[in-house]
């Protein structure tokens, strides 16, 4: 299953719910993360820089964590200003088929490796933050999914209460990731925020947020 994680604004939290989706969901299952960002920040989420060389799609991965990590490289650059949509679409779908879930973070655009990424997804997450620009995002998310006949599911993040939109093809589910420091100190460290909670405190508190959006998401 490939699940992409998108948002056209920046800063709303996609490479934060892919980083600790994938890390969540990899204690029971076989999971690829593969970075579409060409800033690599899920590539350095799990302390791994950006690589200067050009690869395929798939073409270079380290493992952490139990997660298959595909970190940003150069070629990303030349797929976003001269690839082909269904070209990239292709070899998103047969990475995917090497995986239980491949979860994809995307660029805060949407341009040709984010549609790719959204077309290729057999499920399309939203991080929404209760701003009126993050709002705006996902309206225009929902006009382009409706364009291209799929749907989403939208959750809120950095914030306790959840956002309520009513729109046609993305759908809100009930799940909000509240503020926390963790997210900070755990990215200056370079591991996901669940994995440093998991060692530096008993209870769980994000994870256990990460592992029910990925219930209610995936199910
Ligand atoms: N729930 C949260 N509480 C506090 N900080 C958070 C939370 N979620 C994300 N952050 C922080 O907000 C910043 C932006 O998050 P992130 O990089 O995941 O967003 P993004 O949508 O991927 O951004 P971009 O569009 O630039 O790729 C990061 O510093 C991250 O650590
Ligand atoms: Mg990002």
């Known amino acids: 299953m490939i699940v992409t994680v998108i948002n056209q604004k920046g800063g ?11 890390y969540i969901m990899a204690k029971d299952k076989n999971v690829g993360l593969l970075d579409m960002d060409p800033e690599g920040g899920t590539s350095f989420s799990f302390g791994i820089r950006r690589d200067k060389r050009e690869f395929p799609i798939g073409g270079k991965s380290v493992n952490i964590f139990n997660v298959e990590v595909f970190p940003a490289h150069l070629g990303l650059l030349k797929l976003e200003l001269g690839g082909e949509v269904e070209d990239v679409v292709k070899e998103i779908k047969a990475l995917g088929k090497d995986y239980d879930v491949l979860v994809i973070d995307t660029p805060p655009n949407l341009g040709t490796l984010a549609v790719a990424s959204m077309i290729a997804a057999d499920k399309v997450i939203s991080p929404v933050t209760p701003q009126p620009l993050a709002m705006e995002a996902v309206r225009n998310l929902d006009s382009r999914l409706q ?17 309520e939109l009513e729109l ?3 759908k809100f589910v009930h799940v909000a990731i509240p503020p926390s420091k963790l997210f900070s100190e755990s990215s200056r460290l370079g591991v996901p925020a669940s994995r440093y909670e998991e060692v530096r ?19």
């Open 12 to 22: 709303v939290g996609k490479t934060t719910t892919a980083v600790n989706l994938a």
């Open 147 to 163: 364009s291209l006949g799929k749907s989403a599911s939208a959750f809120t993040n950095m914030s306790k209460k959840a956002v």
């Open 168 to 170: 046609k093809s993305v």
């Open 201 to 219: 405190f008993k209870k769980a508190r994000i994870g256990k947020l990460y592992e029910e959006l990925g219930k209610v998401v995936l199910e």
